[in-house]
Nanobody
Framework: LQLVESGGGLVQPGGSLRLTCRAS????????LAWFRQAPGKEREGISS????????KYDDAVKGRFTISRDNSKNTLYLQMNSLKPEDSAVYYC?????????????????WGQGTQVTVSS
């Protein structure tokens, strides 16, 4: 499975962005998926994950209530809707796939990663 993120950019505080992660390869529906982010000088952190069917989702407390993860298995695509963005949300955002289907916010189970897309929140 190959993953390609898009949708990052520069946005003012309080604004919104939607990130997209398109996958190529087979059996997309078997993969649990997640979004991670990494700010300069900080470790990569898991911010949201979604189960293979999309029924179960998890969010880090830092983004809960502002971000929404979703997937469309018919389009091999993962989304992250980000609202009420804050300067501290600035980071490179990565999508990741777990072929074992377990998911979660820890990076250990994720074997496929995209190249990342930059999100900058600044006035």
């Amino acid at each position: 499975l190959q993953l390609v993120e898009s949708g990052g950019g520069l946005v003012q505080p309080g604004g919104s962005l939607r990130l997209t992660c398109r996958a190529s390869g087979s059996n997309f529906y078997d993969y649990a998926l997640a979004w991670f982010r990494q700010a300069p000088g900080k470790e990569r952190e898991g911010i949201s994950s979604i189960s293979t069917t999309g029924v179960n989702t998890k969010y880090d407390d830092a983004v809960k209530g502002r971000f929404t993860i979703s997937r469309d298995n018919s389009k091999n695509t993962l989304y992250l809707q980000m609202n009420s963005l804050k300067p501290e949300d600035s980071a490179v955002y990565y999508c990741a796939a777990d072929g074992a289907g377990l998911g979660g916010l820890g990076p250990g189970g994720y074997t496929e990663w995209g190249q990342g897309t930059q999100v900058t929140v600044s006035s």
